[in-house]
Nanobody
Framework: QVQLVESGGGLVQPGGSLRLSCAAS?????MGWYRQAPGKERELVAR???????NYADSVKGRFTISRDNAKNTVYLQMNSLKPEDTALYYC?????????WGQGTQVTVSS
């Protein structure tokens, strides 16, 4: 079993920045972030492997950057140039051998 602890969500104005953090209880092959807005399906935002291979949703490319500190078993999501449509509950996830683990979610609200 893997436990995930998220932090960094909050309220920010359009054009602002936030950094999300997620600490895992042990090393995991891939870690990333999903988000879900009201009335929408959960979608992948960004993903990074232990070797630093990354994937991003088209909607966040050029604005968000995912990174990880393997010594701390922690993944970060730097979110810049935030837009109202980025408002959602953001979930940390970790996956290995086809098994997914989830954090409880942290709210990001972008509003003027």
């Amino acid at each position: 079993q893997v436990q995930l602890v998220e932090s960094g969500g909050g309220l920010v104005q359009p054009g602002g920045s936030l950094r999300l953090s997620c600490a895992a209880s042990r090393s995991i092959f891939a870690m990333g972030w999903y988000r879900q807005a009201p009335g929408k399906e959960r979608e992948l935002v960004a993903r990074i492997t232990i070797g630093s291979s990354t994937n991003y949703a088209d909607s966040v490319k050029g604005r968000f950057t995912i990174s990880r500190d393997n010594a701390k078993n922690t993944v970060y999501l730097q979110m810049n140039s935030l837009k109202p449509e980025d408002t959602a509950l953001y979930y940390c996830n970790a996956e290995q051998w086809g098994v997914r683990y989830w954090g409880q979610g942290t709210q990001v609200t972008v509003s003027s």
